[in-house]
């Protein structure tokens, strides 16, 4: 199954007078990067996080946020003044720097202020948080569950968007097979008149040898290996997204191969309908690699 590295799901819970909510959202990226905005107050919370995700997913970069408060809105939120007076420290720091490069910034309020990390936080002043942190523990199963399933269903959309696209690609590559006798018979009469030409121009010019050089030109211009090759990264790029497990690595690296194949088949075609077939790869191929770049 293709998993696509966009997902997003939430969830709220409640256990012994707490409430919480949980955030977790992820885009795609070239390795895995996990980012925690969680409590720092309980304690033992962030290794088992990282763990769970790291069971479900191998890439993007995952966001997982967790608002703790106490149910019914009590009062059990404690402010700390070393952390409020940085704050505030900080806050005036970057008003000077940006007065004086000429910006103006909008007054902070102090809802922001008591928002800021650690200046206020919930509960902190609870001895013991294991309760609370096996509680949400417990509630993160159905959490990464629904992700699991957004990132699924997202994958499968995706899955059928590329197979689609290496359908267009083996068509045109088809498209341009179906080209090469009609380049032949262009090149060929191009030749001869090229060859007419220097004959013409010049007096004892060996015919035979210049005839050796034209046809070696015409074999340098072939494109039989680059349809061969490209065919062959077709086969493999339905293969892989076929198969299991993540895939988005080698898909990317197959685009970048069917791209150097289409550029040569480009650069080769010397005849105008198969350097418009040529340009089609190239537009559908890179479409493919944008649609690849969400692919686990």
């Not at 966009?6 to 007078?17: H, I, K, L, Q």
């Not at 206020?120 to 609870?126: F, H, T």
């Not at 309760?131 to 899955?159: K, S, V």
């Not at 088949?265 to 350097?275: D, F, G, I, P, R």
Request: charged share 25%; net charge negative.
């Amino acid at each position: 199954m293709t998993q696509s590295m966009t997902g997003f799901a939430s969830a709220e819970g409640a256990s012994e007078g707490w409430r919480w909510s949980w955030d977790l959202r992820s885009v795609n990226g070239r390795g895995l990067d996990l980012r925690l905005r969680i409590p720092d107050w309980i304690e033992g919370l962030d290794a088992p996080l990282r763990a769970a995700l790291g069971k479900v997913a191998k890439r993007g970069n995952i966001t997982l946020s967790l608002r703790v408060a106490r149910e019914g809105g009590s009062s059990a939120a404690t402010l700390d003044p070393e952390a409020l007076a940085r704050a505030v420290e900080m806050l005036e720091a970057a008003e000077r720097a940006a007065e004086a490069g000429g910006l103006a910034l909008r007054q902070s309020s102090a809802a922001e202020l008591l928002g800021l990390r650690g200046v206020l936080e919930a509960g902190q002043g609870d001895a013991d948080t294991g309760p609370l942190r096996m509680a949400l523990l417990a509630d993160l199963d159905g959490l990464i569950a629904a992700f699991e399933t957004a990132r699924q269903t997202e994958g499968a959309a995706l899955e059928r968007v590329i197979a689609g696209q290496i359908d267009a690609i083996a068509a045109g590559v088809a498209d341009a097979r179906g080209l090469l006798d009609a380049r032949a018979d262009h090149m060929r009469a191009g030749l001869h008149e090229a060859l007419a030409r220097v004959t013409e121009a010049a007096e004892g010019v060996n015919a035979e040898r210049v005839a050796q050089e034209l046809a070696l030109i015409a074999v340098k211009a072939d494109v039989a290996e680059e349809l061969d090759r490209l065919d062959a990264h077709v086969a493999a790029a339905r293969d892989l997204l076929a198969g299991p497990g993540p895939k988005g690595r080698k898909l990317d690296f197959l685009t970048q191969e069917f791209n150097r194949e289409a550029n040569t088949l480009c650069a080769k075609a010397q005849h105008a309908e198969l350097s418009r077939t040529g340009l089609d790869l190239k537009h559908t191929i890179d479409q493919m690699r944008e649609q690849v770049q969400n692919v686990e």
